[in-house]
């Protein structure tokens, strides 16, 4: 089993739905990232967080620390948002350089 | 402002040969990694670079060699290619360890 695995791994959506991608993990962390990729291939940092949730725009990450649990949401989602959208989690127990990745979700938004 | 600027952006290598990935950051960061995305998996560490002058093993780190030749730029040198090292690769950098992430664009690679 993978330490971080997200759901679903692929999301099709119409435009103006709320979309909402999952996040869970085995491990005691200290922070989690939720990233972008772009179609081109370029990858942004949406979020980092290790508690409570995060806004930015219309998209929202919330974190339970308790039932390791990560939620990206995207709302009133448009075509520009298609994306893959990759969770990762920085261990409470090793150093800041390592990450454990998700394999991503795709998500795919129809006008 | 480029931000992180990786070269080139594709490649296609036969086995056996050498090359070297640039990467260049001008954001005053401390830290850089050199990651692999393949398919089904998630991005995963070949080597980080703390501070200038220090490299360190990330998860999948053998076939490669790393150099942080000064504080903005850090490449990742195959010295026989293999063509399990057909991936694409990312270049990132953060202020510190543990902070935000900053890609580059990636460049594929390809090993006949």
Request: glycine content about 8%.
């Amino acid at each position: 089993k993978n330490e971080v695995e997200q759901s679903p791994q692929n999301l099709t959506a119409q435009e103006g739905e709320f979309i909402t991608i999952n996040c869970s993990y085995s491990v005691g962390i200290s922070a989690l990232h939720w990233l972008q990729q772009h179609p081109g291939g370029g990858i942004v940092s949406l979020f980092m967080l290790s508690s409570g949730k995060k806004k930015h725009g219309r998209l929202i990450a919330t974190i339970n620390i308790q039932e390791k649990h990560s939620s990206l949401h995207i709302t009133a989602s448009h075509p520009r948002d298609s994306a893959v959208y990759i969770c990762a989690v920085r261990s409470a127990e090793t150093s800041g350089s390592r990450l454990t990745f998700g394999e991503g979700t795709q998500l795919t938004v129809n006008p | 402002n480029a931000g992180v600027t990786q070269t080139p952006k594709f490649q296609v290598l036969k086995t056996g040969q050498s090359m070297t990935l640039q990467c260049a950051q001008d954001m005053n960061h401390n830290s850089m990694y050199w990651y692999r995305q393949d398919p089904g998996m998630g991005l995963r560490l070949i080597y980080y670079s703390a501070s200038e002058g220090t490299t360190d093993k990330g998860e999948v780190p053998n076939g490669y060699n790393v150099s942080r030749l000064n504080k903005r730029e850090f490449s990742l040198r195959l010295e026989s290619a293999a063509p399990s090292q057909t991936s694409v690769y990312f270049c990132a950098s953060t202020v510190t360890l543990g902070s935000p992430l900053h890609f580059g664009n990636g460049t594929r690679l390809t090993v006949t």
